[in-house]
């Protein structure tokens, strides 16, 4: 990312702020018109260094309240992604490879460090799964939020980090097929799901990290059969608009 030297001050000078503890996660920066004079910038200028930080992850707007530094696990702005996707023609094999190796480190990790407060909110994504597996929509959702709770819980804010960014493209890619879903199959995999928790809670790490494996597969095995249902949906009504 670019943007014009006075803009870069911007992004410099908040750097700087963070580097040397001035600002942490939770923290509120100075009012704009502060900011822009302690920089030597302009308001606009300003802001658009303001909205380069934005893109990064490491500043967001609150309306009414101002700019914060995000408080929480770090979050990387997935769009870069879904454009180096859609460029690349990433697959299906290609996310489940990728999942497979972060999210299996994570998923073992998860039982070695995981907090009492963690385990619990492991467990509680668990529960919402049985809750909605008759609704496949709303089942993809907390499916992707039980996978970044196990990351949340590896103790390793830098994996936590990746896997969210992939899990939003997972989530972009799943949702077109995920009305394809069977009934039995969310119940297996809300079953998969509850053995990874199982795994964590006991603290067994070969467990959880077989459990997270396992699922994985199973589910690039799901995904691919909804996605052969929808191209036979689409051929058989080329096929009928064409006689």
Excluded at 65 to 78: N, Q, Y
Excluded at 83 to 104: K, N
Excluded at 129 to 145: G, K, R, S, T
Aim: hydrophobic fraction near 45%; charge should be positive.
């Amino acid at each position: 990312m670019s943007f014009d030297g006075s803009a870069e001050q911007v992004v410099a000078h908040v750097r700087t702020l963070i580097e040397r503890g001035t600002l942490r996660p939770g923290d509120r920066l100075p009012a704009e018109r502060d900011l822009a004079l302690k920089i030597g910038v302009s308001r606009p200028t300003l802001r658009t260094g303001l909205h380069a930080l934005a893109a990064m992850g490491v500043v967001r707007s609150r309306h009414g309240s101002g700019t914060f530094i995000p408080d929480g696990p770090p979050a990387l702005a997935s769009e870069p992604l879904k454009f180096l996707a859609a460029l690349h023609r990433f697959s299906r094999e290609d996310m489940y490879e990728a999942r497979r190796v972060l999210e299996v480190a994570a998923a073992g990790l998860a039982a070695e460090r995981a907090t009492a407060e963690q385990v619990a909110g492991v467990a509680d994504a668990v529960t919402s799964l049985f809750a909605v597996v008759d609704q496949p929509q709303a089942f993809l959702v907390h499916d992707v939020e039980f996978h970044r709770v196990v990351a949340s819980s590896s103790g390793n804010p830098i994996l936590a980090a990746l896997i969210d960014m992939v899990s939003a493209l997972y989530y972009e890619r799943r949702r077109q097929t995920a009305e394809r879903a069977a009934n039995r199959d969310l119940r297996a995999a809300a079953e998969a799901h509850r053995r990874i928790y199982q795994a964590i809670r006991r603290r067994d790490v070969d467990g959880a990290r077989r459990a997270m494996h396992d699922h994985l597969v199973e589910a690039s095995r799901y995904q691919a059969a909804e996605g052969a249902s929808v191209r036979d949906s689409q051929r058989r009504r080329r096929r009928a608009r064409a006689s």
